[in-house]
């Protein structure tokens, strides 16, 4: 660690942060966008990053309208081509249709942003820095958990499309298959760090199997906090099986569509990721700074790397998830998809805050979600049940009794229609 350097106007601690002549902290540009990302409240820090994100893609929408952008041309011939091809409805997607593609965010944005999980009681506590260093690495463990086991669900999202899918853009049909595929595969290179696209960069066998993973960018957090690599990996709190079953099986099952894949893995798993992630990084640094823990920026990587990318992660989604939102049910569809991602998240947060800090926190039944985020059926209900049953004993704390579980994460409407009336 480099330790902390005074001088006349400032104070440097580690590679972290600076602190100005009033005391306050300011955190150095490598680290966040937001310098005075401590003198903030959660609340405040998650209304920012609403904004910016909205103006994030209000601009790049924008964009696509300008003739110098090559996105501009790839859709423009796409459109003539859809216009040569009787009953082709690809020029009466959102993209074509002015305004109706920001209108489409903006709405699903709120949806997901509103919600309660990225204000969870343990995010909150986290970003206060109202922790130990012995919850601090009980929450590591136990959140690397989560990270190793998610990223896989984007291949399976990326895996349902095909060419044997249904679609009405006719001669477009396969076109678009495929670039859903590119923007799902950019992920994918993005976590386990293998993007390339010429020969010569193509890396060596050891460079593949030396990949800067987000794995491996997490285990520099657990060399931060003196955890040897042995006592790393640790078997799963149940709430934590809970929302790695629930984003698999939304991505991947094929009682979900895959317009209710694609938007968990884009809408669902992206966009509240770097606002919550800011605050773990905020809470982390704080803490670091006040008990003068050994923690530099190289050990905070893969909460620095998810606070930058994960929004254009998020709008490159959303932009082919246009594609497949043709009308109100589709936007429902999406609703009911991030919802589910949602509850599991927020359970996983429950069960982390009671393991962390050895106390309850509410549910989500318990704090009584607004109508808008409830289910409307029990598909995932009903294929969480069967997916614990299939779990190595080994990988769930108290596996036994996992699998004979029957509450779920999940949170339903009063009236839900039987399974065969879902769409």
Same mark, same amino acid.
């Given at each position: 660690?480099?330790? !902390? =350097?005074?001088?006349?106007?400032? @104070?440097?601690? !580690?590679?972290? $942060?600076?602190? =100005?002549?009033?005391?306050s902290p300011r955190l150095l540009p490598n680290i966040h966008h937001i310098p005075e990302l401590l003198d903030l409240d959660a609340e405040t820090v998650l209304a920012r990053f609403k904004a910016d994100q909205r103006k994030d893609f209000s601009r790049i929408i924008a964009e696509l309208n300008e003739p110098d952008n090559p996105l501009y041309h790839l859709f423009d011939e796409l459109r003539a081509i859809a216009a040569r091809d009787p009953n082709n409805r690809f020029g009466q997607t959102a993209l074509f249709r002015t305004g109706k593609l920001e209108?489409?965010?903006?709405? &699903?944005?709120?949806?997901?942003?509103?919600?309660?999980?990225?204000?969870?009681?343990?995010?909150?506590?986290?970003? @206060?820095?109202?922790?130990?260093?012995?919850?601090?690495?009980?929450?590591?463990l136990q959140y690397f958990n989560q990270v190793k086991n998610t990223r896989q669900c984007v291949a399976l999202a990326l895996g349902r499309f095909s060419g044997f899918q249904?679609?009405?853009?006719?001669?477009l049909n396969e076109r678009v298959s495929e670039l859903t595929q590119i923007v799902l595969a950019q992920l994918i290179a993005d976590e386990?760090?293998?993007? !390339?696209?010429?020969?010569?960069?193509?890396?060596?066998?050891?460079?593949?199997?030396? !990949?800067?993973?987000?794995?491996?960018?997490?285990?520099?957090?657990?060399?931060?906090?003196? /955890?040897?690599?042995? @006592?790393? *990996?640790?078997?799963?709190?149940?709430?934590?099986?809970?929302?790695?079953?629930? =984003?698999?099986?939304?991505a991947g099952d094929p009682v979900f569509s895959r317009l209710e894949a694609l938007s968990s893995v884009g809408l669902g798993m992206e966009w509240g990721v770097p606002e919550f992630f800011t605050l773990l990084l905020g809470g982390v640094v704080r803490h670091a700074w006040?008990?003068?823990?050994? /923690?530099?920026?190289?050990?905070?990587?893969?909460? /620095?790397?998810?606070?930058?990318?994960?929004? &254009?992660?998020?709008?490159?989604?959303?932009?082919?998830t246009s594609f497949y939102a043709e009308d109100e049910k589709a936007v429902d569809r999406i609703k009911g998809a991030v919802n589910a991602l949602m509850a599991g998240r927020y359970g996983m947060m429950?069960?982390?805050?009671?393991?962390?800090?050895?106390?309850?926190?509410?549910? $989500?039944? *318990?704090?009584?979600?607004?109508?808008?985020?409830?289910? +409307?059926?029990? +598909?995932?209900?009903?294929? &969480?049940?069967?997916?614990?049953? @299939?779990v190595a004993d080994a990988t769930v704390i108290d596996a036994a009794a996992y699998k004979q579980r029957q509450d779920t994460p999940y949170v339903f409407a009063q009236v839900v229609p039987p399974l065969e009336q879902t769409p």
């Open positions: 660690m480099t330790k !902390s =350097q005074r001088g006349p106007a400032v @104070e440097h601690f !580690s590679d972290l $942060l600076k602190i =100005q002549p009033d005391g209108h489409q965010f903006q709405h &699903l944005h709120d949806h997901v942003m509103d919600h309660p999980v990225w204000r969870h009681p343990f995010f909150v506590r986290m970003f @206060e820095g109202r922790f130990t260093s012995r919850q601090l690495v009980r929450f590591a249904d679609l009405p853009y006719g001669t386990y760090g293998v993007g !390339s696209h010429e020969l010569d960069d193509y890396p060596s066998m050891a460079g593949l199997f030396g !990949s800067a993973t987000h794995i491996v960018m997490y285990r520099k957090l657990f060399d931060g906090l003196g /955890i040897p690599f042995e @006592e790393q *990996d640790v078997a799963m709190l149940q709430g934590v099986a809970d929302n790695v079953l629930t =984003q698999r099986l939304v006040r008990n003068d823990v050994p /923690i530099t920026a190289d050990h905070l990587d893969v909460f /620095i790397a998810h606070v930058k990318y994960d929004v &254009l992660h998020a709008i490159s989604v959303m932009l082919v429950t069960e982390m805050y009671r393991h962390v800090f050895d106390e309850d926190c509410a549910g $989500l039944a *318990d704090i009584h979600p607004a109508d808008r985020y409830r289910l +409307r059926d029990r +598909r995932i209900e009903q294929a &969480l049940l069967r997916a614990r049953g @299939e």
